[in-house]
């Protein structure tokens, strides 16, 4: 079976030697702990788009309006006023590369929808607080 979608994907594969591209699959995929938008995250996403934040309404992008109605309801659950979110979270939660998930946060900072209150560091999620229209 793994050889058969092996062949399926060749023509995407950079690394065409089989142990190689299984090796890279394999590795990764035993950190995964829930599909994208299923773990504690993506419940709280779906909490998020149920009573979307006013600001979400501007953005066309569907990633960019889940990403401010997931902002949005981490700050209502928040502790504190503040709350941590990392770019690769993001990005699992609302299924988007971490790439597009650093510059879509960094537009929201932009936007004043959400305030970077302290930055990340490896291993360490970046503090948020959303200060955008409820």
């Given at each position: 079976m793994e050889e058969e979608a092996y062949e399926k994907a060749l023509p995407a594969i950079t690394t065409k030697d089989f142990a190689v591209t299984w090796s890279d699959f394999r590795t990764p995929w035993k950190k995964v702990k829930s599909a994208a938008g299923e773990?504690?995250?993506?419940?709280?996403l779906a909490a998020g788009l149920q009573d979307l934040p006013t600001c979400a309404e501007g953005y066309g992008l569907t990633a960019l309006v889940e990403l401010v109605a997931l902002c949005?309801?981490?700050q209502r659950r928040a502790v504190m006023k503040s709350c941590w979110l990392s770019v690769r979270a993001a990005a699992a939660t609302v299924g988007i590369p971490t790439t597009k998930s650093h510059r879509l946060l960094w537009r929201l900072i932009h936007d004043n929808v959400i305030e970077r209150i302290k930055v990340g560091t490896h291993g360490r999620a970046s503090e948020y607080k959303f200060t955008g229209e409820v």
């Open positions: 773990g504690e995250l993506g419940k709280i949005c309801e981490l």
